[in-house]
């Protein structure tokens, strides 16, 4: 219900922010968790539990039965002796009865209270199960909105690379009409540069496959222009601790089991109730009358079922070996996220030292082709060689860019992970 309420309250400010043609990721969360189908079932958990609680509760108004027989015994009851000059008629042996009985229930044992607490509980694990579904879809959000983000750098990139081209191709031009180069030095930029336009293009297309399955996610079209807004790469040391909604899962799991624990002590115990019957019928309540009389009946009446005793020590253990396996899957889980939480915690680590030396190899890289680019103007360096320095001077920017992607999407991963 919290996770609902959540939603709801951001939607409007963040369908406002939307208009502004820039996306932050907590943007998208929030508008998917607005636009997955999936959101109206916590409406029809919690009109569940109305209904069900409602249901419960009748069970303390007065209950009414209707029942009806007639019936025929091939004997009925005598007096034993005969007085003299007295007929005294017996009751008939074909009888007729029609009853209306109204009963109250006064105490049933706690039967009533602790069925609300188990339709209570199965609704807590209904609504927890729904928070673990929505919570999904964050993770699938995350790697669509990294691979734009990816795909940005990656056609940043190729935008440097035709652009350096299309200079080293005016410079071959230059060298051809002094005689430096041929024409098939400039043959060989020609391509590259188409080859780069080849990428662009790809690169551009997935871009654009990445936005529309972003814009189903969150219910919104996305336009081209639209730029995706590179989330913080700052990680609080808080974040080790693991909040992920599968706790209260397993934890609204545990207190049905709780439940039905204690709703195991209400088979025992007695019930009373108050209860009135109006009858007409023949015989009456006069058995040596044979005739229709109408007549009612009123009492106090007690049951005391001990058959709940045959099967009450193997409940209980059932219940104990659920809540075993409710504690294994538990550990289970915790074991596995404690596990990919310390693999990020490493890959994170990993990718800041890599980018610690991604400016000093791009700076490196520059000098080389700048070298290269002096070695072709004086005629000691071919053509082809330069087109490998700055392939290779472009590889590098492109490294860094990744990595910067990577270590962005290694932290949120991370937070995923244990909910931060």
């Given at each position: 219900m919290e996770m609902k309420r959540t939603i709801l309250s951001c939607s409007f400010a963040l369908v406002a922010m939307l208009t502004h043609a820039q996306l932050t990721l907590e943007t998208c969360q929030h508008l998917a968790?607005?636009?997955?189908?999936?959101?109206?079932?916590?409406?029809?958990i919690e009109k569940a539990r109305e209904y069900n609680l409602a249901n419960a509760g009748k069970g303390y108004l007065p209950q009414f039965s209707v029942s009806g027989k007639v019936t025929y015994q091939s004997d009925v009851t005598k007096l034993p002796v005969e007085i003299?000059?007295?007929?005294?008629?017996?009751?008939?042996k074909d009888q007729y009865q029609v009853m209306l009985e109204v009963s109250q229930n006064i105490w049933d044992g706690g039967d009533i209270h602790s069925k609300k607490q188990l339709m209570r509980t199965t609704s807590d694990i209904d609504r927890e199960k729904q928070d673990v579904d929505m919570y999904a879809l964050n993770d699938r959000v995350n790697q669509?909105?990294?691979?734009?983000?990816?795909?940005?750098?990656?056609?940043?990139?190729?935008?440097?690379l035709q652009e350096d081209l299309e200079r080293t191709h005016k410079q071959v031009s230059d060298y051809m009409a002094n005689g430096i180069a041929n024409q098939s030095d400039l043959d060989a930029v020609s391509v590259e540069i188409l080859n780069t336009r080849q990428k662009r293009i790809e690169l551009e297309s997935s871009r654009q496959a990445y936005l529309s399955m972003l814009s189903i996610f969150i219910g919104k079209e996305i336009g081209i222009g639209t730029t995706l807004q590179k989330p913080a790469d700052i990680l609080e040391s808080a974040s080790l601790v693991n909040n992920r909604p599968e706790l209260r899962w397993f934890d609204a799991q545990g207190s049905q089991?709780?439940?039905?624990?204690?709703?195991?002590?209400?088979?025992?115990?007695?019930?009373?109730?108050?209860?009135?019957?109006?009858?007409?019928?023949?015989?009456?309540?006069?058995?040596?009358?044979?005739?229709?009389?109408?007549?009612?009946?009123?009492?106090?009446?007690?049951?005391?079922?001990?058959?709940s005793l045959y099967t009450l020590r193997n409940d209980r253990k059932l219940i104990d070996n659920n809540r075993r396996l409710l504690e294994t899957n538990r550990?289970?889980?915790?074991?596995?996220?404690?596990?990919?939480?310390?693999?990020?915690?490493?890959?994170?680590?990993?990718?800041?030292?890599?980018?610690?030396?991604?400016?000093?190899?791009?700076?490196?890289r520059v000098n080389i082709r700048k070298a290269a680019e002096?070695?072709?103007?004086?005629?000691?360096?071919?053509?082809?060689?330069?087109?490998?320095?700055?392939?290779?001077?472009?590889?590098?920017?492109?490294?860094?860019?990744v990595h910067e992607v990577q270590l962005l999407m290694n932290i949120w991963n991370l937070k995923y992970i244990l909910n931060k």
């Open positions: 968790q607005t636009n997955y189908p999936l959101v109206r079932q916590y409406g029809l003299p000059g007295v007929d005294i008629k017996s009751m008939p669509v909105y990294f691979g734009i983000l990816l795909l940005d750098e990656q056609v940043r990139q190729n935008q440097l089991l709780n439940v039905q624990e204690s709703a195991l002590k209400t088979r025992l115990r007695p019930r009373f109730g108050l209860f009135v019957q109006g009858a007409y019928g023949n015989p009456g309540l006069n058995m040596l009358k044979d005739d229709f009389s109408a007549y009612y009946v009123a009492g106090v009446r007690m049951s005391w079922n001990f058959g550990d289970v889980f915790l074991f596995n996220t404690h596990l990919q939480s310390t693999q990020q915690n490493s890959a994170i680590l990993s990718m800041r030292r890599q980018m610690a030396d991604d400016d000093e190899i791009i700076r490196l002096a070695k072709v103007a004086n005629g000691t360096l071919t053509v082809t060689d330069m087109l490998r320095e700055i392939t290779s001077e472009n590889l590098a920017r492109q490294t860094k860019a």
